[in-house]
């Protein structure tokens, strides 16, 4: 172990699953480092190290639950450890079959730590309820679940422990089945890799050097230190990259590294990437790079940026998009309307909490070429860029999809691919460039605040007569897909309802705070709060409950949606209704609303679906296609199409997606991946069925099947000629009910959502179970604080998650109203599922205390003090100090 300053090492022996071992660490070195860089072990995650609050790490020390990464390694000294290796054969079979029987693992990540912390629990305690069981995960962070599977799989595992039978997998692969999650016992386990799993021959660790201000001009950067400490091998700055620095899926202004004489726009920008012999020596001299500035005020109120004589952030200036719908007459119908009503609503930052921090690995080829490993929302966008900032043909760049530890929209841009890529050039070395959590939290996208100010009418009987809404979202420092989030946000301004008379303005605005992009929901999650909270009012007003003046206003079949869209075939909207009209009515505390969420980009845009089917010698299939697999379950759903297509069981297909094959269909985005991938595999099994002619998949060895699907017929937004517009292929719907208990507290979310077609209904439940989870984290605790441009909340503890203990029951409905242009009349409803949860919770904490709340999150409620305790104790130790905000604990 290579010495380094000030790093003398302690020896340490242990015994690490029944076998004695040993090791020379440094002092401040962790136990998570030790298991996973000493032996190997990767099956213990890093999520957050050092701070010990998500649970990836976790292992037992003598029997106890600890997390790894906020142990000493020397602390190790003369105890047991014991990882998912360590545990008996028959015991990680139990494991791996409960949570695949349950549907308990989605990006996996978690998994691992979950299994260990549920382990210690039933080694102590063999039969516990589900509330003991929450309680004791309270440690371990799910972004996907929602915790109810997860607990569910804890169950099932107790039972099996007890002798009891364990319930049937379904292996069938058959559509409508509740078919097992590809490569599920894997992720369970901990021993499906990650990029930061991922170690070749000779890999150097890469680390970054942030800003430390959000604006401030750069005079110097001076990285002769860092490249003197030892062990390290390259240092890159701007002057080092060879091609375009300035990146962008959409926009190009997002800076890979700021350079000598230019302002910085947030703290998240990179100034210098170092890489080194071991990931400390690379962080160690990442902090040596001394950097001088000329501090400036930071612009953080988009109100203020927008103004004449503001601060000019970028070239384009302060405004980035201008998104306008504008239908009827919106003066006559305000003037003639009996109720008419305006307020203003305000949503806050979101963090997308994903558990698998920014990772990527570059690896030089002998030809000159490189292979990069991304974790990715879209492999070809990444090859794309990473090639040009290389000054590149593509060709020479191949990146290979390694399975996210979840994305929700953050990992669409481009993080650290770059920078590892060009630190594997300098070095002729494989590198891989790993972020801490803080350094995640200080870096990627956020949802976008956004400030909505409303004036809706409606007549007598309740029917909608307009909407007038203008909108002003913070984008932050760069563009990301900033314009289509506010574009969108004015798209679904209407939300589910028919309104003739519409006048939208949504403004997507640059500041020096973090940079908004992609986050599940898309911009129709922070309209929805405004526009449902805006038809309580009204019904308030009118004289009839939430349910009636929904069921009065809800658009169907021939119905012109906000943008002026006329709809075909597939709105299930009323039937989701009627499936929750005696929850919400037989609610004493209950709040409801309606959503809608478009499937496809859209507006104009062409979109694919492109697959690959290739049978091989050994008798299995290959699936190759395009979209990013971090937990919706995209590789479970083709390959069970494949599989119903083809007459196949699900252990003859392998699912693979790199850019060997060009299968480009853009980001894996807008709930868009089982509607055009699905089409596409369909496509392809139809020409590989017509070559079989009844002989052996084997017999076609070798050869590949292409299939495709096309939508070009949607329409753009700024050609205003058109009629009748088609601003989306497809749309999911759904209606949410949310009931509190008589202290106030969350009791249970009832969900009922128009999927076209249940292609896989335990993962279909996943889904509206883990968005329902995050809608109300959105409702009632989340929210990322920045101050003056910095992040305030720099930990996952302090963001205010919901923990397992403060999940209510979901009960999910799913109405099959098929849509024409989905595999089977299947739909997307990743993102609906939790487009309709803040309004319907606004509704129950208005019937409950009757407040009428008109921002997120509403932290002032009981349900929000309930769900997550701590912030109770933060308000009240606030309260007792004349402390502002909160602490982490």
């Known amino acids: 172990m290579q010495q380094e300053p000030g790093g003398d090492l302690v020896h340490v022996d242990f015994t690490l699953n029944g076998r004695p071992?040993?090791?020379?660490?440094?002092?401040?070195?962790?136990?998570?480092?030790?298991?996973?860089?000493?032996?190997?072990?990767?099956?213990?995650?890093?999520?957050c190290a050092p701070e010990g609050s998500c649970g990836a790490c976790t292992v037992m020390m003598d029997g106890r639950a600890v997390v790894s990464c906020a142990q000493q390694a020397v602390r190790a000294a003369g105890?047991?450890?014991?990882?998912?290796?360590?545990?008996?054969?028959?015991?990680?079979?139990?494991?791996?079959?409960?949570?695949?029987?349950?549907?308990?693992?989605?990006?996996?990540?978690?998994?691992?730590g979950i299994v260990m912390k549920s382990e210690a629990l039933l080694q102590r305690n063999p039969d516990p309820s589900r509330d003991e069981i929450a309680h004791a995960l309270a440690g371990n962070l799910c972004r996907c679940t929602g915790y109810v599977k997860v607990i569910d799989a804890v169950h099932i595992a107790a039972a099996a422990r007890r002798g009891e039978p364990m319930p049937a997998i379904d292996t069938s692969g058959r559509v409508g089945s509740r078919s097992a999650r590809y490569r599920g016992r894997e992720l369970a386990l901990g021993d499906k890799p990650y990029v930061n799993d991922m170690q070749p021959a000779g890999m150097l660790h890469g680390a970054v050097r942030f800003s430390d201000h959000p604006r401030a001009r750069v005079v110097r950067i001076d990285v002769s230190r860092a490249r003197a400490y030892p062990g390290v091998v390259a240092v890159a700055t701007w002057r080092d990259v060879p091609g375009e620095r300035i990146q962008g899926a959409i926009t190009r202004d997002w800076r890979q590294f700021i350079a000598e004489g230019e302002e910085t726009s947030y703290v998240g920008d990179i100034l210098a990437?170092?890489?080194?012999?071991?990931?400390?020596?690379?962080?160690?001299?990442a902090k040596l790079v001394e950097v001088e500035y000329e501090v400036l005020d930071p612009v953080t109120d988009p109100f203020e940026a927008m103004k004449p004589g503001a601060p000019v952030l970028q070239p384009g200036g302060n405004i980035l998009s201008v998104s306008r719908i504008k239908r009827g007459d919106v003066?006559?119908?305000?003037?003639?309307?009996?109720?008419?009503?305006?307020?203003?609503?305000?949503?806050?930052?979101?963090?997308?909490?994903?558990?698998?921090?920014?990772?990527?690995?570059?690896?030089?080829?002998?030809?000159?070429?490189?292979?990069v490993y991304s974790q990715g929302q879209g492999i070809w966008e990444d090859r794309r860029q990473i090639a040009s900032f290389l000054g590149e043909p593509e060709d020479r760049v191949r990146v290979t999809l390694v399975s996210s530890g979840g994305?929700?929209?953050?990992?669409?841009?481009?993080?650290?691919?770059?920078?590892?890529?060009?630190?594997?050039?300098?070095?002729?070395?494989?590198?891989r460039v790993t972020l801490s959590r803080a350094e995640s939290l200080r870096f990627h996208v956020k949802r976008h605040p956004i400030t909505l100010e409303y004036t809706v009418a409606c007549d007598a009987e309740g029917h909608l007569a307009a909407v007038r809404a203008r909108l002003v979202g913070d984008t932050g420092a760069y563009a990301s897909v900033g314009a289509k989030v506010l574009e969108r946000a004015a798209g679904h301004a209407c939300g589910a309802y028919k309104v003739p008379n519409v006048d939208v303005e949504a403004y997507a605005v640059y500041t020096n705070n973090p940079p908004c992009g992609a986050m599940r929901g898309f911009g129709a999650n922070q309209a929805n709060f405004a526009l449902e909270g805006m038809v309580d009012r009204l019904a308030e007003r009118?004289?009839?409950?939430?349910?009636?003046m929904r069921w009065r206003n809800a658009l169907d079949v021939g119905d012109r949606f906000g943008t002026g869209q006329m709809l075909g075939p597939g709105v299930g909207l009323k039937q989701t209704l009627l499936a929750v009209r005696d929850a919400y009515r037989g609610g004493r505390f209950a709040g409801i609303a309606c959503a809608v969420k478009n499937s496809g980009v859209g507006n104009g845009m062409v979109e694919y679906g492109k697959a690959i089917l290739r049978p091989e010698a050994d008798g299995t299939l290959t699936l190759f296609h395009s979209w990013t697999e971090m937990g919706q379950g995209v590789d479970t759903v083709l390959a069970q199409i494949a599989c119903e297509e083809l007459g196949l069981p699900p252990s003859r297909v392998t699912v693979q997606v790199n850019t060997r094959h060009e299968l480009d269909t853009g980001q894996t985005t807008a709930s868009r991946a089982t509607m055009l991938g699905g089409r596409a595999v369909m496509d392809a099994a139809a020409k590989l069925r017509a070559e079989l002619e009844g002989r052996p998949l084997a017999s076609l060895a070798g050869r590949e099947f292409y299939g495709e699907f096309k939508v070009d017929w949607t329409t753009s937004p700024d050609d205003t000629s058109i009629e009748n517009p088609v601003t989306h292929f497809a749309y999911a719907w759904a209606t949410q009910v949310v009931l509190l208990d008589d202290q106030g507290r969350l009791a249970k979310v009832v969900a009922a959502h128009d999927v076209g077609k249940a292609i896989n209904p335990t993962l279909l439940e996943g889904q509206i179970e883990g968005g329902v989870h995050m809608g109300l984290g959105h409702s009632l605790t989340e929210e990322f604080v920045v101050?003056?441009?910095?992040?305030?909340?720099?930990?996952?503890?302090?963001?205010?998650?919901?923990?397992?203990?403060?999940m209510p029951p979901v009960e999910c409905i799913f109405i099959e109203e098929p849509s024409p242009y989905g595999p089977y009349g299947a739909k997307g409803v990743g993102e609906v599922a939790l487009v309709p949860?803040?309004?319907?919770?606004?509704?129950?904490?208005?019937?409950?205390?009757?407040?009428?709340?008109?921002?997120?999150?509403?932290?002032?409620?009981?349900?929000?003090?309930a769900a997550v305790p701590r912030l109770a104790h933060a308000a009240r130790r606030a309260a007792g100090t004349g402390a502002s905000g909160e602490r982490d604990e």
């Not at 080194?276 to 160690?284: P, S």
């Not at 305000?334 to 990772?359: D, G, K, M, N, Y």
């Not at 009118?542 to 009636?548: A, Q």
């Not at 509704?843 to 997120?856: E, I, K, M, S, T």
């Open 273 to 285: 990437a170092v890489a080194a012999e071991t990931r400390h020596a690379a962080r160690e001299a």
């Open 79 to 112: 105890r047991s450890v014991v990882t998912q290796e360590g545990l008996a054969d028959s015991d990680r079979e139990r494991w791996a079959d409960a949570f695949v029987a349950a549907g308990a693992s989605q990006c996996g990540f978690c998994s691992p």
């Open 331 to 371: 003066d006559a119908a305000l003037a003639s309307a009996p109720h008419v009503l305006t307020e203003t609503f305000r949503t806050q930052f979101i963090e997308h909490a994903f558990l698998e921090p920014e990772s990527s690995l570059a690896v030089p080829r002998e030809d000159g070429s490189i292979d």
């Open 21 to 47: 071992a040993g090791a020379d660490v440094r002092p401040d070195g962790t136990l998570l480092e030790l298991l996973r860089e000493t032996f190997g072990i990767t099956s213990v995650k890093d999520g």
């Open 542 to 548: 009118v004289g009839i409950d939430g349910w009636e």
């Open 407 to 431: 994305g929700f929209g953050a990992k669409e841009d481009l993080n650290v691919q770059g920078h590892a890529a060009l630190l594997a050039r300098l070095a002729g070395r494989p590198a």
């Open 787 to 806: 101050e003056g441009g910095h992040p305030v909340t720099t930990t996952l503890k302090s963001l205010g998650i919901i923990p397992p203990s403060g």
């Open 837 to 865: 949860t803040a309004s319907a919770v606004a509704g129950a904490l208005y019937a409950f205390d009757g407040v009428r709340r008109n921002r997120l999150p509403m932290r002032d409620s009981a349900a929000a003090r």
